[in-house]
Nanobody, 116 residues
Framework: QVQLVESGGGLVHTGGSLRLSCAAS????????MYWYRQAPGKERELVAS????????NYADSVKGRFTITRDNAENTVSLQMNSLKPEDMAVYYC?????????WGQGTQVTVSS
């Protein structure tokens, strides 16, 4: 079965950095686009970044462009999100996600807290 396990969240001051990781299993990782989403309290879940398969084409939400970088390691079945210059508005639960056989799967999420 598909499993996505995030790690790396925590508390950071404004302007700081965090690196999130997601370990994937249960599907052929190298053939699927991977996504990072986030959800802040009282807000809808939003797409933060995505990375395609072998070419690694990346897309970012406007709010994180130039600050966040998504990468993948197809040998280790992991996708990461490097977050720099963090702002209070980045505070949210971050989720790794994949669409596999027409179904979207989510990890359990990892909390990112940014103190001002």
């Amino acid at each position: 079965q598909v499993q996505l396990v995030e790690s790396g969240g925590g508390l950071v001051h404004t302007g700081g950095s965090l690196r999130l990781s997601c370990a994937a299993s249960g599907f052929t990782f190298s053939t699927e686009t991977m996504y990072w989403y986030r959800q802040a309290p009282g807000k809808e879940r939003e797409l933060v970044a995505s990375i395609s398969t072998s070419r690694g084409s990346r897309n970012y939400a406007d709010s994180v462009k130039g600050r966040f970088t998504i990468t993948r390691d197809n040998a280790e079945n992991t996708v990461s999100l490097q977050m720099n210059s963090l702002k209070p508005e980045d505070m949210a639960v971050y989720y790794c996600s994949v669409v596999y056989r027409a179904r979207r799967y989510w990890g359990q999420g990892t909390q990112v807290t940014v103190s001002s």
